[in-house]
């Protein structure tokens, strides 16, 4: 989608289409990036309130525009009640008539819970996938955008009647390195663990720089136990790129084994920022971290955003691969 977005009328004549674009209220801070991007989009409010209870209420203001017109969602499963609203919120654009239905979900939660290794266990990511590829289908198709899934084949998990488009951050990513790399005389990408040995191998071929890997045993739900190490990192700087960061324990288990064979600064890249509660303070205080860098898919990197923790946006990105 470019900035102006043009629709050709049948009499010949091009007619500006007005795109409506909507957001949670945890996403409401990329809403209002892209709207100052592109004069294109119509702001949609949505009112809701919680009842005493604790059902909730949800109301779309203006709704007769939706009308005919190409619907912009922008939500994400961050929680248990993000992924309730959001399908609430998607079946009633596509009730209210919009042309196309486009869901942007820059982070998607439970995206670790997307097989199971165990009888019994419950395929979370999938049967999340599946729950929105049940929603009513628009005049023009519905369609989700997806951002760095933890695991490729998630978007496999979409039914027909729900397009998936994955999208990455390697501009950005590819933008912090570059800044890092004009401080640093020798700089190595690093894995936090084998799981993202092949992005580190990708990332490295083609930013070419060394890659160093790292081998960990997890212990526990939240920690884990650095087992081997395959790095030259020795007089170097450090850049650790993970998908994700949630408590940052591996982080830190494996910026302590970098350092311990003789790397200079550690750098911490991700793209979503999680950080369960106190998770940027404890990368802070291991010593080990010179800074952390991430995108702003997830509202908890805003909210922990400072010195320490540097913040970017994406939204070019998602306005730039909308299929609209």
Sequence with gaps: MNANHINTSKNGKNAMTKINLLSSGNYDYLKSNLLAQCPDFNEVKIETKTFPDGERYWKIGESEKLHGKPAVYICGTIDDNAIFEAYNMACTLVREQCSSL????????????????????????????????????????????????????????????????????????????????????????????????????????????????????????????????????????VVIFDDMIRSGSSIINAAKAYKSIGANDIYVICVHGVFTPGAVQNLQNSGVIKQVYCTNTHPNALANAGDFLKVYDISKILLQNLKI
């Excluded at 395929?123 to 929105?132: L, P, S, Y």
């Excluded at 289908?137 to 998990?157: F, V």
């Excluded at 212990?219 to 650095?226: K, N």
Aim: glycine share 6%; charged share 20%.
């Design 102 to 237: 486009h869901l942007v979900l820059p982070y998607f939660g439970y995206s670790t819970m997307e097989r199971a290794v165990k009888s019994g266990e419950v395929v979370t990511a999938k049967n999340i996938a599946r729950m929105f590829s049940s929603l009513p289908l628009s005049a023009m198709g519905n369609y989700i955008y997806l951002m760095d899934l933890h695991s490729l084949g998630t978007q496999y998990y979409f039914e027909e009647n729900l397009h998936p488009i994955h999208l990455t951050s390697e501009p950005v990513i590819d933008s912090i390195i570059a800044d890092i790399r004009k401080q640093s005389s020798c700089l190595v990408l690093a894995s936090a663990d084998m799981g993202r040995a092949k992005w580190i191998e990708k990332m490295s071929n083609r930013l070419n720089l060394p890659g160093a890997y790292i081998m960990k045993k997890r212990i526990s739900g939240s920690e884990t136990e650095v087992e081997a190490l395959n790095a030259d990192v020795k007089g170097c700087d």
